[in-house]
């Protein structure tokens, strides 16, 4: 829910981000997770959606996608689709696996299941290349200072760097 306190820079210079939701919160795998934050309920994800915020899928509990038995693997991503398409009346088409993790047995169900999109952990960058079911994403938190965070994000832009320094 704290990402909430970002929404009105996030409107102010028209951004349009994605972000990922359990279906299933209340059951939530919290030691997986290694929190006890607040979630975003529907009524703040139908909010965000109608402010052009894109919503993916991070399953329905945040369970460790890899240590799981099939059973419980359809019901974390196929019906975590199913249940957040009905419930917010639009596809679901981005999932990003808790903490990154996947395995083949996960990229066969996330196809399956219809995403068109499973983001990872993983260290690089998209490419014409890229598996659509594995694309790596950088981590980013608040270890990393602000030429570290540009650093990262825009690797061979110096441009952006400059541009993003005067809004900031």
């Known amino acids: 829910k704290s990402i909430l306190q970002v929404k009105s820079i996030i ?3 028209h951004i349009h981000p994605t972000v990922f939701v359990l279906s299933d919160s209340k059951r939530a795998n ?11 309920d ?32 359809h019901a974390e991503i196929h019906d975590s689709k199913r249940t957040l398409e009905k419930a917010l009346k639009t ?21 399956e299941s219809g995403y068109t999109l499973g983001l990872t952990m993983n260290d690089g960058h998209i490419h014409a290349q890229s598996d659509p079911y594995t694309i790596p994403r950088i981590g980013i938190n608040t270890t990393h200072d602000f030429a570290e965070f540009t650093t990262l994000a825009f690797p061979l832009n110096s441009l952006v760097r400059k541009m993003i320094k005067k809004f900031i």
């Open 30 to 40: 919290r030691t997986e997770l290694d929190n006890q934050e607040l979630f975003l």
């Open 11 to 13: 409107k102010k210079y």
């Open 42 to 73: 529907t009524a703040d994800i139908v909010a965000l959606q109608k402010e052009g915020w894109n919503i993916g899928s991070h399953t329905a509990t945040h369970a460790n996608l890899t240590q799981i038995k099939n059973q419980d693997l």
């Open 91 to 111: 596809t679901m088409d981005y999932i990003a696996y808790p903490k990154g993790l996947y395995n083949n047995a996960v990229v066969q169900k996330t196809k």
